[in-house]
Nanobody
Framework: VQLQASGGGLVQAGGSLRLSCVVS????????MGWFRQAPGKDREFVAA???????DYSNSVKGRFSISRDNAKTTVLLQMNSLKPEDTALYYC?????????????????WGPGTQVTVSS
């Protein structure tokens, strides 16, 4: 299973970005998909997740600003990020979990892609 995230970049505070993660191999429709991020000097943190039947969960820091969705036909998970803040600056990773429900615990996700950098200027 391979994951490839894209869509990161440099944006001013208040702007928007949309991250995409394409998954190849495995059974995408059965996966829980998650987005995590890690800023320099900080621990990896949960951003959002979506279950195989499209139940979603968000961290409190992004709730109301970010939206996660999936397209099973395109084996893609999206993260729409609006009203971006400088504190959203981080390397963003997508991850897949084969079994169970949504989780904010990055350690139990099975597959990871390389990150995509998001930088929000003030």
């Amino acid at each position: 299973v391979q994951l490839q995230a894209s869509g990161g970049g440099l944006v001013q505070a208040g702007g928007s970005l949309r991250l995409s993660c394409v998954v190849s191999g495995g059974t995408f429709s059965a996966y829980v998909m998650g987005w995590f991020r890690q800023a320099p000097g900080k621990d990896r943190e949960f951003v959002a997740a979506i279950s195989s039947y499209s139940r979603t969960d968000y961290s409190n820091s992004v709730k109301g600003r970010f939206s996660i969705s999936r397209d099973n036909a395109k084996t893609t998970v999206l993260l729409q990020m609006n009203s971006l803040k400088p504190e959203d600056t981080a390397l963003y990773y997508c991850a897949a979990k084969e079994y169970g429900e949504i989780s904010s615990d990055w350690a139990i996700y099975d597959y990871w892609g390389p990150g995509t950098q998001v930088t929000v200027s003030s």
